[in-house]
Structure formats: C-alpha cells, structure tokens
C-alpha cells in the first residue's frame, strides 16, 4: 500500500511540472506591425516557446512555453530590450 501511495505521490509531482506556462507581457515602444512581427520573431526563436501571440494595439505579447519548460523573466527582459523596447509587468499563468 505505502509503494502504490508513493508511486502516486511521484506521478502527481511530475505531471504537475510538465504543463506548458503562459507569460503576458506589455512591450512599451511597439508601434507598428513590423514591430510586432520582429517581436514575435525573436520569442518564437526561444527553444522554450511553443506560441506566440502579439496584440498591438494593446502591445501585449502573449507566450506560451512547451511542457516542462518556461522563460525567466531576466530572458524575457533581456529579449524585449534587445529588441529596442522596454517591458511592462510579466504576468505567469499555468
């Protein structure tokens, strides 16, 4: 009984570390479509990233990570301001 409790207790613990993740965040500085497509071009080069979903006029950027795998925010700060913008707040959801 105690090993069928443990096995359970280890399937549910790694079950809950492979869903993907989805990060929100606002790019100050995004104005045009082709700002929007360089952006969305870099995320979707991260290995991390499954989708990537820009709204310009509410210069969101949606990104959701394949299973098991997520972006810091450091990377996603590092990304955006690479790119010549400066980033609002991140927001995670899983």
Do not use: W
Request: hydrophobic content about 40%.
């Amino acid at each position: 009984m105690r090993h069928s409790l443990l096995i359970l207790v280890i399937l549910a613990g790694l079950s809950g570390s492979a869903f993907a993740e989805t990060i929100t965040t606002t790019v100050n500085g995004m104005v045009c479509a082709f700002c929007a497509t360089g952006i969305e071009k870099t995320f979707r080069k991260q290995p991390e990233v499954a989708t990537v979903r820009v709204d310009l006029p509410t210069k969101r950027v949606t990104i959701t990570t394949k299973p098991g795998k997520t972006l810091s925010d450091a990377k996603i700060k590092e990304i955006v301001t690479y790119s010549g913008y400066t980033i609002g707040k991140i927001i995670r959801q899983k």
